[in-house]
């Protein structure tokens, strides 16, 4: 994905329109019309402030798979409570189902 499908993506997620977004960074109304349609490319700064505004953090915006951030988030704050020994289990778990879903791919494919 993209930098303007990030920014899209989050600006869509926290409910703002384009023109909303645009009064919101106290910028012209076709402001993020604009960067969206690639007319110009944002600065740091200018992600910065829209990745706030959205409701989110850089963490989020620059994370590989962007669309999973939560979700990933959550089940790392959940394994980080395990003990020794059930982050093992768990990683052997993972293992198989990895190994399962590569076959049943291989077999489709």
Not at 5 to 26: I, P, Y
Not at 62 to 88: G, M, P, R, T, W
């Amino acid at each position: 994905m993209s930098t303007l499908e990030r920014l899209k993506f989050l600006r869509e997620k926290a409910g703002f329109t384009m023109r909303g977004l645009s009064k919101k960074l106290n910028r012209g109304d076709s402001y993020i019309s604009k960067m969206e349609s690639g007319q110009f490319s944002p600065t740091f700064e200018d992600i910065e402030i829209i990745v706030k505004e959205c409701g989110s953090t850089m963490e989020e915006f620059c994370y590989e798979d962007f669309e999973s951030y939560a979700l990933d988030k959550e089940i790392l704050s959940k394994v980080k409570d395990l003990n020794k020994h059930e982050k093992q289990a768990l990683i052997t778990l993972l293992v198989a189902m990895y190994k399962i879903k590569t076959e049943d791919e291989e077999r489709v494919g």
